[in-house]
């Protein structure tokens, strides 16, 4: 059994791009394997956030990840401050780092560009998201494209700790979807679906209602030609709509064009719909029963308990390595 960590912002609602990219195959993977599902909110105060605004966030999170379907019993569902070892390790890893490899960081060169006043967090959040995966014995961690690069600084700062102390952090494998990894934006599809968008149109929220849903699709993207084909270089919009489509329904794309062959993009967009708002729907009704209660509370509270425990020894480990503290 192979264990996995995953970790999410709490940084606003999760879009449809955030589930079936990552968090559909998260239900997947706890039946055979020891997953950790982090809500990381250390890493949303790299930038200035509101505090209730924070806190709300972070338990609308912690509904949707078991809305989807993660189950307590087979997975750890937690908090990141609530764990204080992975600030702890974090320090820990920010002293096995370098300057230059952090200052390398694309995401760092792109939230830093032309800003007079950045964050030294910006910088140096790499190394608390190696310390998050490295707490745990992490075998996989399943990411999106855009987080590769820092998976790979993960597994250099575990080997260059491993070689020069001791040999006793897992170096974690980074694993891509190869399906639904990118589910593009519905104005500009040659973009990422992202939360961050100024533009609520451009991305479908989570917890958007039927009638949002479906105003989204209608006013997606497309081109001229009326033709329902996958071609992601010539019709970036229709391959979108395809590829949402497919992954909400089972629905391989090949059926989906023959399905639509010789039908205009209204009835295209009208079944995008359909298949999105069916996926959705049961999500939200068990959202909204989560999101006040008691047994949502409950659910964080045993899993920052077993968290902790695994992550305190994995910290004293470290720490014994370096020669922190008295303990020989």
């Known amino acids: ?120 967090a910006l910088l140096t959040y790499p190394p608390l998201m190696a310390a998050d995966i490295l707490l745990y014995k992490t075998d996989i961690v399943p990411v999106g494209e855009d987080q590769k690069q820092h998976l790979e600084l993960t597994r250099d700062l575990a080997e260059r700790f491993n070689k020069k102390y001791n040999d006793i952090f897992t170096i974690p494998e980074v694993r891509i979807p190869k399906v639904g990894a990118r589910i593009m934006s519905l104005t500009e ?29 209608k006013s997606a993207v497309t081109d001229s030609d009326n033709e329902v084909r996958y071609d992601k270089e010539n019709k970036p919009g229709v391959s979108n709509l395809l590829t949402i489509h497919s992954l909400c329904t089972g629905e391989s794309i090949e059926e989906l064009v023959e399905k639509y062959a010789g039908k205009g993009y209204g009835d295209f967009k009208a079944g995008v719909a359909e298949a999105v708002v069916s996926t959705l729907k049961p999500i939200q009704e068990r959202y909204h029963q989560l999101i006040s209660s008691e047994e949502l509370d409950e659910i964080l509270d045993l899993g920052a308990e077993k968290a902790n425990k695994a992550a305190t020894k994995m910290l004293r480990k470290a720490e014994k390595a370096l020669g922190l503290g008295r303990k020989r």
């Open 189 to 217: 599809p040659t973009k990422k679906m992202s939360k961050s968008n100024p533009n609520p149109k451009s991305y479908i929220s989570m917890l958007d209602d039927e009638k949002q849903l479906v105003k989204k699709i």
């Open 1 to 120: 059994m192979k264990t996995i960590f995953s970790g999410i912002q709490p940084s606003g609602t999760l879009t449809l791009g955030n589930y079936l990219g990552a968090m559909k195959h998260f239900v997947e993977l706890q039946e055979d394997n020891h997953c950790y599902f982090c809500i990381v909110d250390q890493h949303a105060i790299t930038v200035p956030q509101e505090k209730q605004k924070l806190r709300d966030n972070i338990r609308s999170l912690a509904a949707l990840y078991l809305a989807v379907g993660i189950d307590p019993n087979k997975s750890t569902l937690f908090i990141q401050s609530e764990v204080p070892a992975h600030a702890q390790l974090g320090w820990i890893m920010q002293c096995v780092s370098y300057i230059g490899e952090l200052e390398r960081m694309t995401q760092f060169k792109d939230k830093s560009e032309g800003k007079d006043a950045v964050s030294s």
